[in-house]
């Protein structure tokens, strides 16, 4: 489902106790009566998800804890690819909780950047999946979530007010969490694939080992291109990251390509990924296109430590 920023419509809903006040208008009537039968149809579901014995895994909170009317694996099809486009205008942007099967409340904000995915209200971006690690913004200020720091998503609540819960150090007692509607100018959510320090292993097409590369700096602008969801649960995003690197032991003509200046860095594509297997999104590739490691991936390099028994 792909949406665009459209004309500010006058219903706008912060928190459920402007509830009282819509049925004003003719179009405010609809609105209600559209809430009605959502929240008839809501309650027969949450009753048959309690029904089912469910297990604490991150699947089946992905699956069952993010309020919209369906799992997102019966919304999407196999492999289908799922539009990120968010404009440029950080103003006027309108959101509708029908577009993503969620309640049908509207909301207009203002102030999200090209990168991030919106959170406000009742209001959760499907695009925004446990399992994947997200720095958290309010939006129109510069004040983060967790003094900033980028955090995996344990799991969305359901409810009006949706708890998003992060992780945290402390096994008995998390404190890393907020709901959707805490703050009425709602929160841009921007994920993060690759962090300072990260270290990878340099291949070439034909997947011999050229070098290794440890990230030194990363653009906060890391943005998403796609996402795609499979039937068997599995993840994949496409995240564009510019990065700066230190590279070591580079060979024959990789060598030779890097003793230009690289003061732009590098910008490449991140596949990422979650599964049933790795509930905590990793790192399967990255690819560059239009620098000097064009032609060339890198895999972590925890994967092929593990591959190496190294």
């Keep these: ?9 006058n219903i706008e ?7 009282d006040h819509l ?4 179009e405010d009537a609809v609105l209600s009566l559209k809430l009605e ?11 048959l998800v309690e029904s089912q014995v469910l297990s604490s895994s991150l699947e089946n909170q992905f699956l069952y804890e993010d309020s919209v009317s369906k799992p997102i694996s019966d919304t999407l099809d196999f492999a289908q690819k799922v539009p990120t486009h968010i404009s440029d205008v950080e103003t006027g942007l309108t959101l ?7 309640i049908p409340t509207v909301y207009t904000i203002s102030g999200l950047r090209n990168y991030e995915f919106p959170v406000v209200g009742t209001y959760v971006d499907r695009r925004i999946v446990p399992g994947f690690k997200y720095r958290v913004r309010i939006i129109q200020t510069d004040l983060y979530q967790f003094g900033g720091k980028a955090l995996n998503l344990r799991s969305i609540g359901m409810g009006y007010g949706k708890r998003l819960t992060f992780e945290s150090e402390s096994l008995n007692y998390n404190e890393n969490y907020f709901w959707s509607d805490s703050d009425s100018n709602g929160y841009g959510f921007a994920i993060v694939a690759i962090e300072e320090g990260d270290e990878f292993i340099i291949k070439d097409y034909k997947d011999a080992i050229c070098g290794e590369l440890t990230v030194r700096k990363c653009s906060n602008s890391q943005t998403e291109k796609d996402m795609r969801v499979a039937k068997d649960g599995v993840v994949e995003k496409t995240i564009e990251v510019r990065l700066w690197a230190e590279i070591r032991n580079a060979q024959n003509e990789l060598d030779i390509r890097l003793s230009t200046s690289q003061d732009d860095g590098f910008i490449g594509k991140v596949s990422l990924v979650r599964s049933k297997q790795t509930p905590v999104a990793e790192v399967r590739r990255v690819d560059f296109d239009d620098c000097s490691l064009k032609g060339y991936h ?4 925890a994967k092929m430590k593990n591959v190496n028994g190294g």
């Design 1 to 9: 489902m792909e949406w665009y920023p459209t004309q500010p419509i």
């Design 13 to 19: 809903i912060q928190n459920e106790h402007h509830l």
């Design 23 to 26: 049925c004003s208008t003719e």
């Design 37 to 47: 039968e959502f929240w008839d149809a809501e309650k027969h579901r949450v009753q």
């Design 96 to 102: 509708r909780g029908e577009d993503i099967h969620d």
């Design 298 to 301: 890198l895999e972590a390099r």
